[in-house]
């Protein structure tokens, strides 16, 4: 057998330079040795293959069976009007066309209160957070990453072979500023902060914020700002990206929002830095789904509201209170889960899980395991204390 095909009687002949293997010559195959890969040989990068991935425990979490406190989402469903946008845009027979966006980047601006210019929409905020470091980090630099907190930092970190650092969040004195100022090198590259953090929710100030990014121009600041609307929003730094060019903000709509299936999240920064970070980001990453859900939730997003408020001014007030009477040492939060420590946190987390609610089992920064308890509607809580009060006393 040859490597071509005959040729064509109507071929013209072509000028070559060198040695040319006749058509009518059979291949000749390379050694072996020379072509064949090892079986035990990878092509995938070597610090990729030392990696392990985040398993977050996903599977199992029916919200007709369960009580989902332990992911920190929105704990009741979504309003019809959101829902009903999306039977109508399956109904209309669009799922076989690519998505198109339309005004959702101005209408994420507009909410988020930047220039539509500062601003781009990404797939969740976890998206957000690997576009900027993969855009900022070189191989080999350095990241701050306080700890403990979401695992995702350091995943992507580790994927772009970053030194990670780690100074410790402190359940009395709060955020480390002063450790994280010491770190700082010129071969930093990133400093991660999220706020409030997760899993302790712990608040960092926008004055320590900006204390970190004039210390270091040369570093990218990423602030996670996932839980955003249960914060204060004077805390937000959000009016300081025309200042500061090295800052960056991740968001979500996962959480007070409601819709983490459907994966939607923003990031605000200057505007060169949107415009660099869309060259990386692909054309259709969000799915239509996302876009069509969020306009109608935009459009009359009082049930948001109405959730932080329920969570903020009376479920989370109620279950500190309950903590408290009962001796169990939790961290401060500004966020909607608590962080607490109790004697055997997992075999409390399974017998809370046998009454029917889930919460999550998570380590602090000296390794010492709690329970990350995300608060829900009043009467969600009412039943977690009630089991509690219970398994407490038994």
């Given at each position: 057998s040859s490597c071509l095909p005959p040729p064509s009687p109507h071929a013209r002949p072509r000028a070559h330079r060198g040695t040319v293997r006749s058509r009518s010559e059979p291949c000749l195959e390379r050694p072996r040795e020379l072509v064949a890969r090892p079986a035990a040989m990878s092509v995938?990068?070597?610090?990729i293959r030392k990696l392990t991935p985040y398993l977050p425990p996903l599977e199992g979490r029916d919200p007709s069976k369960f009580i989902l406190l332990d992911f920190n989402e929105r704990t009741v469903p979504v309003p019809s009007h959101v829902t009903e946008a999306l039977k109508d845009f399956i109904d209309q027979?669009?799922?076989?066309?690519?998505?198109s966006y339309g005004s959702m980047q101005a209408d994420i601006a507009a909410y988020a209160g930047v220039r539509t210019e500062e601003c781009m929409f990404t797939n969740g905020s976890d998206?957000?957070?690997d576009l900027v470091i993969r855009c900022c980090c070189e191989k080999g630099t350095e990241a701050i990453i306080p700890a403990p907190t979401f695992a995702m930092y350091e995943q992507a970190a580790e994927s772009e072979c970053l030194t990670i650092c780690r100074p410790h969040f402190d359940r009395l004195k709060g955020f480390p500023l002063e450790e994280v100022l010491g770190m700082i090198v010129p071969n930093t590259s990133i400093i991660v902060l999220s706020n409030p953090n997760n899993p302790t929710g712990t608040p960092i100030s926008r004055e320590a914020i900006l204390a970190v990014a004039k210390h270091a121009p040369h570093c990218a600041i990423l602030v996670d700002e996932c839980y955003y609307e249960f914060m204060g929003p004077e805390e937000s730094v959000k009016g300081d990206i025309g200042d500061f060019p090295n800052l960056f903000i991740c968001r979500t709509f996962s959480k007070t929002w409601g819709i983490p299936s459907l994966r939607l999240g923003y990031v605000l920064t200057c505007e060169a830095n949107i415009n660099a970070l869309t060259c990386v980001r692909g054309p259709y990453d969000i799915n239509q789904f996302a876009g069509v859900a969020l306009k109608a939730a935009l459009a009359n997003n009082k049930y948001v509201w109405d959730f932080v408020d329920e969570v903020n001014k009376q479920a989370k007030p109620?279950?500190?209170?309950f903590l408290t009477r009962k001796g169990i040492t939790f961290w401060p939060t500004s966020a909607n889960f608590i962080f607490c420590y109790f004697d055997d946190p997992n075999g409390l987390e399974q017998k809370i899980r046998a009454r029917g609610i889930l919460v999550r089992p998570k380590k602090d920064a000296e390794g010492v395991l709690g329970l990350r308890i995300t608060i829900g509607t009043v009467e969600q809580m009412d039943a977690l204390m009630k089991v509690l009060e219970e398994l407490l006393a038994s």
């Open positions: 995938i990068k070597e610090h027979g669009g799922l076989q066309k690519y998505p998206q957000g957070i109620k279950f500190q209170e």
